[in-house]
């Protein structure tokens, strides 16, 4: 069912041509392997499992993670940097002699993190993740709508709308049968995608989207869709833009409440493998979406070094686009990488030094499921600051812990966040990893502490 993860097709383009080193400085080639100091951008859960991941690799000479949180702590040092001051970061980068800068979250991507970089005459970091107009696949949905249009990536039907048009927005709606969905054009977190049965509610999200009140000035451009009807999925591709690997597969769940219901979250949990897909479904997938989308990048021109995640939804038996992101996904990456028996670091130093089709990826035949405790009230208003028992209590049981909204105080580990702890089980298949992950429910808590119950459920009832 999985034959295809890890696999990797080399020179998508039509003609063969050599791998660029576009995220190479251009001062900085060749490069041999040697052990890097490495800086992680980002706080959340996602990038703790890449710090884990990373912290295993024999490349590794010191791990930096700017900001990181409560449980990063002892897999490197931690620095109180904000990944959108480029400025500091170089500095930090040049006084830390840090030879890869890996990019956890979207932000500093869509705001030019990598441009930043190339540019840059007082560094030779290895940047991993794509240039400002890559970054646009997730920075803006009218973008990523109009590529996948012109580059024939099924995706479902849209129009799009600015500040100065609520009133065409509004009578768009009649061109669209409900449920509408509604999804603010820039970046929101994970939560800028309403959708609703009621014309009603529609053209009060559309005002409040359009005027800013909703999502600020990520819903001043507003994208109306065609509502699909399938069962979603997740796919990525560590691409250079020539070649790729798939990583394994996963499907998260975005609801706050138990059987898909209330609203949008970042992410209440995730299970990989995804049971329900199949191998001619991954085929089609590689044929109709992957490949079209790498190849639709090097006719734009748009250079790509980085992931690429495929927000996939099965209508039938094809895949439609839901949404690009030019990163890993959260929670999906909580999953995804206890899944990669390869060294992750390697992964990235060959991403970034044109080998990228020469190494030689392994994914774990074995499952990983991610169950998120979030703080009650999200992704609403939520306290802060409550202490978390039972992190030590876990060791008996076959999974990890990973720390998403925490940070430490007074030697403790308090909440700083609306998802506080991914709480990920490993099993031989989905269901024995959801066991392990809800046994490790029952361990860690804290006051107010919530989780969906229902994790995997739907796909063990399709199994």
């Not at 089609?284 to 070094?305: C, F, H």
Request: aromatic share 8%; net charge negative; glycine share 10%.
């Amino acid at each position: 069912m999985e034959r295809l993860e890890g696999a990797i097709i080399s020179q998508v383009t039509a003609d063969k041509q050599e791998v660029s080193n576009e995220c190479l400085h251009p001062r900085f080639k060749p490069l041999i392997l040697f052990a890097m100091n490495v800086l992680l951008l980002g706080s959340g859960g996602r990038e703790h499992a890449i710090a884990w991941k990373l912290s295993q690799s024999s490349m590794l000479r010191k791990l930096h993670i700017a900001p990181g949180n409560g449980g990063m702590e002892s897999l490197g040092e931690t620095a109180d940097l904000d990944p959108m001051d480029f400025a500091a970061v170089e500095r930090y980068v040049r006084r830390h002699e840090i030879g890869l800068l890996v990019v956890g979250a979207e932000a500093p991507l869509v705001a030019g993190i990598a441009d930043y970089f190339e540019a840059s005459t007082k560094t030779n970091v290895m940047v991993v993740g794509p240039k400002k107009e890559g970054a646009m696949l997730e920075g803006s949905k009218e973008f990523a709508k109009a590529f996948m249009q012109r580059h024939n990536i099924p995706t479902a039907r849209y129009a799009s709308f600015d500040h100065t048009q609520l009133d065409e927005a509004i009578a768009a709606l009649d061109e669209f049968q409900p449920p509408y969905v509604l999804k603010a054009d820039g970046l929101a977190a994970g939560k800028g995608v309403i959708i609703t049965s009621s014309k009603e509610e529609a053209v009060k999200t559309l005002e409040e989207m359009l005027s800013g009140k909703a999502f600020s000035d990520a819903g001043r451009k507003v994208v109306i869709e065609e509502f699909l009807e399938g069962k979603e999925l997740s796919m990525f591709a560590v691409t250079d833009g020539s070649s790729y690997h798939l990583l394994p597969s996963a499907k998260d769940y975005k609801r706050i409440g138990e059987g898909d219901t209330g609203p949008n979250t970042g992410g209440m949990g995730a299970i990989s493998p995804v049971p329900f897909l199949s191998e001619e479904f991954q085929q089609k997938a590689l044929n109709q979406v992957i490949i079209p989308t790498i190849k639709g990048l090097g006719k734009d021109g748009i250079p790509y070094k980085g992931v690429i995640f495929f927000g996939l939804i099965k209508v039938g038996s094809d895949p439609y686009v839901i949404e690009y992101n030019c990163r890993l996904g959260d929670p999906e990456t909580e999953v995804v990488l206890p899944r990669l028996k390869s060294d992750l670091l390697h992964l990235f130093e060959s991403l970034c030094s044109g080998l990228l089709s020469e190494y030689d990826l392994v994914t774990d035949e074995r499952a990983a499921t991610t169950v998120i405790l979030a703080s009650e009230g999200y992704p609403g208003s939520y306290e802060k600051g409550h202490a978390i028992k039972g992190l030590d209590d876990v060791a008996d049981i076959d999974g990890m812990v990973f720390h998403a909204g925490t940070k430490s105080s007074r030697r403790k580990i308090i909440t700083n966040g609306g998802r506080v702890v991914a709480l990920t089980g490993r099993g031989n298949d989905v269901e024995e990893a959801l066991k392990n992950s809800y046994k490790l429910a029952e361990k860690v808590t804290f006051e107010g502490a919530y989780h969906r119950a229902d994790i995997g459920a739907d796909v063990l009832d399709l199994a």
